[in-house]
């Protein structure tokens, strides 16, 4: 088992960046793949990125794409996203999920493929 910790949330205006992680303890975070959605008030969770266990294959939602990092570092346990040019469409709250064997590509987006999630954190974007 795996626990998960999300932390970097917080208000920026339209424009501006934000930097999330997600610190992972319990089981050896390596193994696992890794992802992030986000919910909005009133909408479903939405997919945002992916990566696998090595970091060496990435998948990002359309929305996204061009303006966000998903990144990890192994030796550390934890994982980001880099989110930058954000748009306040982009104001949801941000969840990290891992799974191993998720599968790479469209795949990556279904949140049945992730057996752990942190809390979640907060992200507003201002108009």
């Known amino acids: 088992q795996v626990q998960l910790v999300e932390s970097g949330g917080g208000l920026v205006q339209a424009g501006g960046s934000l930097r999330l992680s997600c610190a992972a303890s319990g089981r050896t975070f390596s193994v696992y793949d890794m992802g992030w959605f986000r919910q909005a008030p009133g909408k479903e969770r939405e997919f945002v990125a992916g990566?696998?266990?090595?970091?060496?294959?990435?998948y990002y939602a359309d929305s996204v794409k061009g303006r966000f990092t998903i990144s990890r570092d192994n030796a550390k346990n934890t994982g980001n996203l880099q989110m930058n040019s954000l748009k306040p469409e982009d104001t949801a709250v941000y969840y990290c999920?891992?799974?191993?064997?998720?599968?790479?590509?469209?795949?990556?987006?279904?949140?049945?493929?992730?057996?752990?999630w942190g809390q979640g954190t907060q992200v507003t974007v201002s108009s």
């Open positions: 990566i696998i266990w090595s970091g060496g294959s990435t």
């Open positions: 999920a891992a799974g191993i064997g998720v599968p790479i590509g469209q795949a990556m987006g279904d949140s049945r493929s992730y057996d752990y």
